[in-house]
């Protein structure tokens, strides 16, 4: 990690600056012994983080700004620069302690003071950018040039890019001068600082889910303080409080001098709300230079506020026809999201604090201790909440008569419920319209204000929070049992009301409360349906009852994507009849659940990414005959944007890994939580042992006897080692468990991760962006097989080796033949327990099953009685096996097309399949056409062509895709629509005859442990 200074030098002591010397009797006398300490430690090698806490220990304002100019000023011991910085130039975390916010305050205004000029022209410099949307936009883009090429990298300037390169529409030359900026500020080597600015304001990345990513992340390292890292205090844009103000400014000084001001600029637009913060800046800011900003904060006070919402349209009533030129967000979360770009602006400033007090502090609620108290004002207009969604704008926030849409009005009810009386006081109507109306609750919701609703909700409304608590139990929580009561009230209410089941429940609540039909979707998936024992009896059950949820939701709602996961169950059952045994004692990850995870998670990473994909492919084959005139291919041309392709794959990488290892959903660290958690791993461990010890033959010689004491004292010991396993061994890595066993970290120089990134590189290039998600799991199996095989080497060996050694050595002094007989039989009991539990981690079981196109057809020909007359397979290769997620996208699409074969063709006529197959180079897809040809009936023929023809023109999303006949054909165009970007459904009349075609990437069997 990064940190301000240059390399370490043993050496002889350095001189002290005469800045650092006259500066030490700035100090108070108390003071001034432990910083004369600290210098003359700091003439000996480079200032590290234990050193620069001793220096900011300080009590007094006077002390803390001293000790700004002591480390950061020009002379300094930090030998800090402030001009043309590089984005790795800034860290990305930092591990000081922040001291209280009037403190910090004048560290920042010592900081600014002993670079006075510099300071001066960082307000000027803010000022002028606030201005970037008034003017041309040629105008704007140079400013952030020249603010490039004077001060390099600050995370205020990343915004600014940010901002530009999502909202703006650009010319080709001014894309230049973006790419110009980009080589200025080093982005091509660490884009991190830009892509932290671009999840913050990029429309397709969920707010929400960029939170929960980095608190789950970072859940183990803020060490009390979120703002320490870089992404979290920008997913939290302003102080929430006085004392969030403290790890806010130092975050800012951390970072950059212009971010340093900016933050201080943005505590001066807040001072009516932290005035003592406001008052330490006006104690130890330098007159001059608080002047000059107080003038520039007027000027911009009393500008227009800029439009950061041109260009998008309310949300639009789908039955009238308009277009919604945002999709998925609103305008006050645009407005909350883009406004972090024009901090300057007092409106908007207040406004995203406005927000940042409710939302934010709720966004970064995990990493914080138990919230005793809110900072924004309280709200009791239940009317304001009812109101029907309208147009919001900055000019009515706050105002009673404010038009709210569905962000807006999840603020306020949030507002509403700081008040745990006001919880008390909703009826159940009021739960249900706030539910259906608000937005990602379960994200936002405290546990205790879940309690407290569940309490005094009714009936219904219970049931309703009861959904809100599982997901929110979901998302959050480590432990899968904690929502038991919620659980349990769920069933409760389904049993009395609805006979037990789950579908008449939900055919009851969706019509009424789609939005809650929403959540219902998303908690009770398979793994929380098998544990509500009362009306769920076995796995099979689950599936179907989940089966049942989403076709219900999916038709509701009129959502395809529903109804096609509904399906997908039935389809991994069915081809899962391919592989005859399955050994569930293997180590599992939920591939199907981990995919549609990263499809509904995306990080700003993977937006980038499938954006820049195209333009690379392009760019490559473009390349690829040009050759220069010494007669060598040219490829100056690809470096760049190769350098950032790798980068990019590389952070998607480490994300999806770190998910596939500890994801409490799908992920490794579950499936180790289940071992534990349900005593797999003592009842394995100790039944055999248990077994040699209490067999009758052994009684005399244990019971009462020397032998027997040492053998118990060895018991004793082994059970704390089966507890030292499950507690240290068994487990991810952290610095509170630092002997685990695994590691959901990716080190890119590892040769064997390098080798794996860089195959996920180029099968990316040569597949497209629609495979992404695909082969980021089969990159997640090759990057932890090693980590498989070492824990079961572990266990198998060297664990074996520690026990059975111990056991030796306690019973040494026991050499009689009994004894010696027990002692073997111990051994061989140890031995075949350790066996077993490595076997565990010896092969990866993904939870696919490998399929050649025939084995498919013969599932489908079973399924609807054809094995007389089964249908006819040609082309090559035949016995491919295919592998992962296209398995089931393929039995999906075949399934539909042959369905309506034998539904619609003639009578006792062969249906045929063609496919070929073609590998893609370098990787382990292959690209396959299928065609399915079948005979026309010889009365309606044309009906036949007409449904077809109509199904293949229009839209793939409506609740007609489901319906018997050729309107299947949706589906088939939905799936390769995901696999292909677009659909690749198409058909052909041949004289009596008809065929149907898709194509697809699939991924092929070999790439994977497929036993």
């Given at each position: 990690?990064?940190?301000?200074?240059?390399?370490?030098?043993?050496?002889?002591?350095?001189?002290?600056?005469?800045?650092?010397?006259?500066?030490?009797?700035?100090?108070?006398?108390?003071?001034?012994?432990a910083?004369?300490?600290?210098?003359?430690?700091?003439?000996?090698t480079?200032?590290?983080?234990?050193?620069?806490?001793?220096?900011?220990?300080?009590?007094?304002?006077?002390?803390?700004?001293?000790?700004?100019?002591?480390?950061?000023?020009?002379?300094?011991?930090?030998?800090?620069?402030?001009?043309?910085?590089?984005?790795?130039?800034?860290?990305?975390?930092?591990?000081?302690?922040?001291?209280?916010?009037?403190?910090?305050?004048?560290?920042?205004?010592?900081f600014?003071?002993?670079?006075?000029?510099?300071?001066?022209?960082?307000?000027?410099t803010?000022?002028?950018?606030?201005?970037?949307?008034?003017?041309?936009?040629?105008?704007?883009?140079?400013?952030?040039?020249?603010?490039?090429?004077?001060?390099?990298?600050?995370?205020?300037?990343?915004?600014?890019?940010?901002y530009?390169?999502?909202?703006?529409?650009?010319?080709?030359?001014?894309?230049?001068?973006?790419?110009?900026?980009?080589?200025?500020?080093?982005?091509?080597?660490?884009?991190?600082?830009?892509?932290?600015a671009?999840?913050?304001?990029?429309?397709?990345?969920?707010?929400?889910?960029?939170?929960?990513?980095?608190?789950?992340?970072?859940?183990?390292?803020?060490?009390?303080?979120?703002?320490?890292?870089?992404?979290?205090?920008?997913?939290?844009?302003?102080?929430?409080?006085?004392?969030?103000?403290?790890?806010?400014?130092?975050?800012?000084?951390?970072?950059?001098?212009?971010?340093?001001?900016?933050?201080?600029?943005?505590?001066?637009?807040?001072?009516?709300?932290?005035?003592?913060?406001?008052?330490?800046?006006?104690?130890?800011?330098?007159?001059?230079?608080?002047?000059?900003?107080?003038?520039?904060?007027?000027?911009?006070?009393?500008?227009?506020?800029?439009?950061?919402?041109?260009?998008?349209?309310p949300?639009?009533?789908?039955?009238?026809?308009?277009?919604?030129?945002?999709?998925?967000?609103?305008?006050?979360?645009?407005?909350?999201?883009?406004?972090?770009?024009?901090?300057?602006?007092?409106?908007?400033?207040?406004?995203?604090?406005?927000?940042?007090?409710?939302?934010?502090?709720?966004?970064?609620?995990?990493l914080?201790?138990?919230?005793?108290?809110?900072?924004?004002?309280?709200?009791?207009?239940?009317?304001?909440?009812?109101?029907?969604?309208?147009?919001?704008?900055?000019?009515?926030h706050?105002?009673?008569?404010?038009?709210?849409?569905?962000?807006?009005?999840?603020?306020?009810?949030?507002?509403?419920?700081?008040?745990?009386?006001?919880?008390?006081?909703?009826?159940?109507?009021?739960?249900?319209?706030?539910?259906?109306?608000?937005?990602?609750?379960?994200?936002?919701?405290?546990?205790r204000?879940?309690?407290?609703?569940?309490l005094?909700?009714?009936?219904?409304?219970?049931?309703?929070i009861?959904?809100?608590a599982?997901?929110?139990?979901?998302?959050?929580?480590?432990?899968?049992?904690?929502?038991?009561?919620?659980?349990?009230?769920?069933?409760?209410?389904?049993?009395?009301?609805?006979?037990?089941?789950?579908?008449?429940?939900?055919?009851?609540?969706?019509?009424?409360?789609?939005?809650?039909?929403?959540?219902?979707?998303?908690?009770?998936?398979?793994?929380?349906?098998q544990?509500?024992?009362?009306?769920?009896?076995?796995?099979?059950?689950?599936?179907?009852?989940?089966?049942?949820?989403?076709?219900?939701?999916?038709?509701?709602?009129?959502?395809?994507?529903?109804?096609?996961?509904?399906e997908?169950?039935?389809?991994?059952?069915?081809?899962?009849?391919?592989?005859?045994?399955?050994?569930?004692?293997?180590?599992?990850?939920?591939?199907?659940?981990?995919?549609?995870?990263?499809?509904?998670?995306?990080?700003?990473?993977?937006?980038?990414?499938?954006?820049?994909?195209?333009?690379?492919?392009?760019?490559?084959?473009?390349?690829?005959?040009?050759?220069?005139?010494?007669?060598?291919?040219?490829?100056?041309?690809?470096?760049?944007?190769?350098?950032?392709?790798?980068?990019?794959?590389?952070?998607?990488?480490?994300?999806?890994?770190?998910?596939?290892?500890?994801?409490?959903?799908?992920g490794?660290?579950?499936?180790?939580?289940?071992?534990?958690?349900?005593?797999?791993?003592?009842?394995?461990?100790?039944?055999?042992?248990?077994?040699?010890?209490?067999?009758?033959?052994?009684?005399?010689?244990?019971?009462?006897?020397?032998?027997?004491?040492?053998?118990?004292?060895?018991?004793?010991?082994?059970?704390?080692?089966?507890?030292?396993?499950?507690?240290?061994?068994?487990?991810?890595?952290?610095?509170?468990?630092?002997?685990?066993?695994?590691?959901?970290?990716?080190?890119?120089?590892?040769?064997?991760?390098?080798?794996n990134?860089?195959?996920?590189?180029?099968?990316?290039?040569?597949?497209?962006?629609?495979m992404?998600?695909?082969?980021?799991i089969?990159?997640?199996?090759r990057?932890?097989?090693?980590?498989?095989?070492?824990?079961?080497?572990?266990?198998?060996?060297?664990?074996?080796?520690?026990?059975?050694q111990?056991?030796?050595?306690?019973?040494?002094?026991?050499?009689?033949?009994?004894?010696?007989?027990?002692?073997?039989?111990?051994?061989?009991?140890?031995?075949?327990?350790f066996?077993?539990?490595a076997?565990?981690?010896?092969?990866?079981?993904?939870?696919?099953v490998?399929?050649?196109?025939?084995?498919?057809?013969?599932?489908?020909?079973?399924e609807?009685?054809?094995?007389?007359?089964?249908t006819?397979?040609?082309?090559?290769?035949?016995?491919?096996?295919?592998?992962?997620?296209?398995?089931?996208?393929?039995?999906?699409?075949?399934?539909?097309?042959?369905?309506?074969?034998?539904?619609?063709?003639?009578?006792?006529?062969?249906?045929?399949?063609?496919?070929?197959?073609?590998?893609?180079?370098?990787?382990?897809?292959?690209?396959?056409?299928?065609?399915?040809r079948?005979?026309?009936?010889?009365?309606?023929?044309?009906?036949?062509i007409?449904?077809?023809?109509?199904?293949?023109?229009?839209?793939?999303?409506?609740?007609?895709?489901?319906?018997?006949?050729?309107?299947?054909?949706?589906?088939?165009?939905?799936?390769?629509?995901?696999?292909e970007?677009?659909?690749?459904?198409s058909?052909?009349?041949?004289?009596?005859?008809?065929?149907?075609?898709?194509?697809?990437?699939t991924?092929?069997?070999g790439?994977?442990?497929?036993?």
């Open positions: 990690m990064k940190k301000w200074g240059g390399p370490v030098h043993a050496a002889q002591a350095k001189p002290v600056s005469a800045t650092v010397a006259r500066t030490i009797k700035k100090f108070s006398e108390p003071r001034r012994n910083i004369r300490g600290a210098v003359a430690d700091a003439r000996r480079m200032p590290g983080t234990t050193l620069l806490n001793a220096v900011r220990a300080n009590s007094s304002e006077t002390d803390m700004a001293a000790a700004a100019v002591i480390l950061e000023s020009p002379a300094g011991l930090r030998k800090r620069r402030v001009e043309g910085l590089l984005q790795s130039d800034i860290a990305l975390a930092h591990a000081l302690h922040a001291l209280p916010a009037n403190l910090e305050a004048a560290y920042a205004c010592g600014l003071n002993s670079w006075k000029h510099d300071s001066i022209r960082a307000f000027e803010i000022a002028i950018l606030s201005q970037m949307t008034e003017v041309p936009r040629a105008d704007a883009i140079g400013a952030l040039l020249r603010t490039a090429q004077k001060w390099g990298a600050s995370n205020y300037l990343a915004l600014k890019i940010a530009v390169k999502e909202f703006l529409e650009l010319a080709d030359a001014e894309r230049l001068v973006l790419s110009e900026i980009d080589e200025l500020l080093g982005h091509a080597k660490s884009p991190t600082i830009q892509y932290s671009l999840e913050n304001l990029k429309t397709r990345l969920s707010i929400f889910s960029v939170a929960r990513r980095h608190t789950n992340i970072l859940l183990d390292h803020i060490d009390g303080d979120f703002r320490r890292y870089h992404s979290l205090n920008n997913v939290v844009a302003t102080p929430f409080s006085t004392e969030d103000c403290a790890g806010f400014l130092l975050r800012a000084v951390e970072t950059s001098l212009i971010d340093a001001a900016r933050c201080l600029w943005i505590v001066v637009n807040l001072r009516s709300r932290f005035p003592d913060v406001y008052r330490a800046i006006e104690r130890n800011l330098d007159p001059e230079i608080l002047g000059h900003l107080l003038r520039l904060q007027r000027g911009i006070a009393n500008s227009p506020v800029p439009d950061v919402l041109a260009g998008t349209a949300l639009a009533n789908p039955d009238e026809g308009a277009v919604d030129e945002l999709p998925g967000e609103e305008r006050s979360l645009s407005l909350y999201r883009r406004s972090i770009a024009f901090l300057e602006f007092p409106q908007l400033c207040s406004y995203r604090n406005d927000l940042d007090r409710v939302i934010g502090h709720r966004l970064v609620a995990p914080l201790p138990d919230i005793s108290r809110w900072h924004a004002d309280g709200f009791s207009n239940i009317a304001t909440l009812k109101q029907a969604d309208g147009v919001f704008e900055l000019a009515q706050g105002q009673d008569k404010v038009q709210v849409d569905t962000f807006y009005r999840t603020y306020l009810f949030l507002r509403l419920i700081q008040d745990a009386a006001n919880l008390s006081q909703l009826s159940s109507e009021e739960v249900q319209y706030i539910c259906d109306n608000t937005m990602r609750l379960e994200t936002l919701l405290l546990e204000e879940l309690k407290t609703m569940h005094n909700a009714s009936d219904e409304a219970r049931a309703i009861s959904v809100l599982l997901a929110l139990y979901r998302s959050k929580s480590s432990d899968p049992d904690i929502d038991f009561d919620f659980r349990a009230n769920l069933e409760d209410y389904i049993i009395r009301n609805f006979g037990g089941s789950i579908p008449d429940f939900i055919d009851h609540l969706a019509p009424k409360s789609p939005d809650v039909a929403n959540y219902i979707a998303s908690s009770l998936d398979e793994v929380t349906l544990k509500m024992y009362q009306i769920i009896d076995s796995p099979l059950a689950a599936e179907s009852a989940r089966r049942d949820i989403l076709t219900s939701v999916g038709i509701h709602l009129n959502k395809i994507e529903y109804i096609i996961e509904a997908a169950i039935e389809t991994r059952a069915k081809v899962a009849k391919l592989k005859d045994y399955f050994d569930a004692s293997r180590m599992f990850v939920d591939s199907v659940a981990m995919n549609k995870w990263l499809s509904s998670n995306p990080s700003a990473y993977t937006e980038q990414y499938k954006e820049l994909l195209p333009k690379l492919t392009a760019r490559l084959a473009a390349s690829q005959n040009v050759v220069t005139a010494s007669g060598k291919e040219a490829t100056i041309d690809i470096v760049q944007i190769t350098s950032t392709d790798e980068y990019l794959v590389e952070r998607i990488a480490t994300e999806a890994f770190r998910e596939f290892c500890v994801n409490n959903e799908f490794i660290e579950s499936y180790l939580g289940r071992r534990i958690r349900h005593n797999t791993l003592q009842g394995v461990m100790t039944n055999s042992v248990d077994a040699v010890l209490r067999r009758p033959e052994h009684h005399p010689v244990i019971a009462g006897t020397p032998f027997g004491a040492a053998l118990r004292s060895w018991e004793h010991s082994y059970k704390v080692f089966i507890e030292r396993m499950r507690r240290d061994f068994l487990q991810f890595r952290s610095e509170a468990k630092p002997q685990a066993l695994f590691d959901a970290r990716i080190d890119p120089a590892d040769q064997v991760t390098r080798r990134l860089n195959q996920l590189v180029q099968t990316l290039r040569r597949s497209g962006p629609e992404l998600d695909e082969l980021i089969s990159f997640c199996w990057q932890i097989a090693p980590q498989l095989e070492f824990a079961s080497r572990q266990i198998r060996v060297k664990m074996t080796q520690d026990v059975t111990h056991l030796d050595h306690i019973l040494q002094r026991f050499n009689g033949p009994e004894e010696i007989k027990i002692k073997s039989a111990l051994e061989d009991a140890v031995a075949s327990v066996t077993q539990v076997s565990w981690f010896q092969v990866p079981q993904t939870g696919f490998p399929a050649s196109i025939p084995e498919i057809c013969n599932i489908i020909d079973i609807y009685g054809r094995t007389a007359a089964p006819i397979v040609s082309g090559k290769p035949l016995l491919t096996k295919y592998y992962g997620i296209s398995v089931h996208r393929l039995y999906d699409c075949l399934a539909v097309l042959l369905q309506n074969a034998f539904k619609h063709g003639k009578a006792g006529t062969d249906v045929t399949v063609h496919m070929s197959s073609s590998p893609i180079e370098e990787t382990n897809l292959h690209v396959l056409e299928v065609a399915v079948s005979v026309l009936p010889a009365s309606g023929g044309e009906k036949c007409a449904r077809v023809s109509e199904a293949l023109t229009s839209s793939e999303t409506g609740r007609d895709m489901v319906t018997e006949g050729y309107s299947g054909i949706k589906k088939v165009k939905f799936i390769t629509r995901l696999n970007g677009k659909s690749t459904v058909f052909d009349l041949l004289d009596d005859a008809i065929e149907l075609r898709f194509r697809l990437k991924e092929v069997a790439g994977e442990n497929d036993d």
